[in-house]
Structures are given as structure tokens and as C-alpha cells.
């Protein structure tokens, strides 16, 4: 049962040109540390560093509007990480308020599987979010919340 559905469409430049005005302050408030490292690794090329960041913020913007809530009533940047699964596939790892809104959506007795799909072609990034509550059986195929 799909339980919250978000995308976002964002200009790469415009967190290239966040990041090169704001720097640390900017990274430090709106990312995680596994996305900093992950950005980070793609340090040769400055455009893949944007465009890794701006993928992973139409991510939290997607996530965020799935939750139904934007970035306010308690779910903050921080609180929603992307990673990858072992077979590389992303997804989103909830914590602090968004964790306690996702919990609040799911209906019990089932858990929240969180999909989501991240794109760029320069100069866009593109994320959706599908968060869905699955039975326990099903929550071992895909990606859940921690």
C-alpha cells in the first residue's frame, strides 16, 4: 500500500552556486556524512560534486513532500540519509523526525519500504519517493526504514 508519493526537480548550478557561498555551513546543515563522503569521492570533477549533491537534495525534497510534511513540523535535512543498497539501488534512511512521522504513517503491523529513484542530466537532478507499507515478509526483498 503506497502511503506517500514526493518528486523534485532541482538546477544542479543552483547548489553548485549554494555550496561555493555557503560551503561547510551549507554541507554541515543539509547532509549526512555517508552523502558528504559519497559527494566527496567525486572530488576530481567539480560537476560531479554538484550534481551529487543536488541528486541527493531533490532526494530529501522528495522524501519530505512523501512524508507530507515539506522540511518543517520536526523533520529537518539531516534526518533523511540517502544511501545504496548492497546492489547499488539508493534509498532513504530515516532518523529523528522524519523517522517518527514515517512511523506515525505506517499502519501497524507493517513496515515502511522507502524507493526511491535519482537521476541527473546537466543541469538538472531529478529524485522521486515512494514510500510504501509492505508485511514484514515482503520488507526482506527491498529497502526499509531504520
Given at each position: 500500500?503506497?502511503?506517500?508519493?514526493g518528486s523534485d526537480l532541482i538546477d544542479i548550478t543552483r547548489i553548485a552556486k549554494v555550496i561555493e557561498r555557503h560551503g561547510e555551513r551549507f554541507l554541515d546543515r543539509v547532509f549526512?556524512?555517508?552523502?558528504?563522503?559519497?559527494?566527496?569521492?567525486?572530488?576530481?570533477?567539480?560537476?560531479?560534486?554538484?550534481?551529487?549533491?543536488?541528486?541527493?537534495?531533490?532526494?530529501?525534497?522528495?522524501?519530505?513532500?512523501?512524508?507530507?510534511?515539506?522540511?518543517?513540523?520536526?523533520?529537518?535535512?539531516?534526518?533523511?540519509?540517502?544511501?545504496?543498497?548492497?546492489?547499488?539501488?539508493?534509498?532513504?534512511?530515516?532518523?529523528?523526525?522524519?523517522?517518527?512521522?514515517?512511523?506515525?504513517?505506517?499502519?501497524?503491523?507493517?513496515?515502511?519500504?522507502?524507493?526511491?529513484?535519482?537521476?541527473?542530466?546537466?543541469?538538472?537532478?531529478?529524485?522521486?519517493?515512494?514510500?510504501?507499507?509492505?508485511?514484514?515478509?515482503?520488507?526482506?526483498?527491498?529497502?526499509?526504514?531504520?
Amino acid at each position: 500500500m503506497i502511503i506517500g508519493i514526493g518528486s523534485d526537480l532541482i538546477d544542479i548550478t543552483r547548489i553548485a552556486k549554494v555550496i561555493e557561498r555557503h560551503g561547510e555551513r551549507f554541507l554541515d546543515r543539509v547532509f549526512t556524512e555517508a552523502e558528504r563522503a559519497k559527494a566527496e569521492r567525486r572530488a576530481k570533477k567539480s560537476e560531479l560534486v554538484a550534481a551529487t549533491y543536488a541528486k541527493r537534495f531533490a532526494a530529501k525534497e522528495a522524501c519530505s513532500k512523501a512524508l507530507g510534511t515539506g522540511i518543517r513540523q520536526g523533520v529537518w535535512w539531516r534526518d533523511m540519509g540517502v544511501v545504496n543498497l548492497p546492489g547499488g539501488r539508493p534509498t532513504m534512511v530515516l532518523t529523528g523526525g522524519a523517522k517518527t512521522r514515517l512511523d506515525a504513517l505506517t499502519p501497524p503491523g507493517m513496515t515502511a519500504r522507502i524507493d526511491l529513484s535519482i537521476t541527473d542530466e546537466w543541469p538538472l537532478a531529478q529524485a522521486f519517493v515512494v514510500i510504501s507499507a509492505v508485511q514484514a515478509a515482503a520488507e526482506q526483498a527491498g529497502a526499509t526504514s531504520s
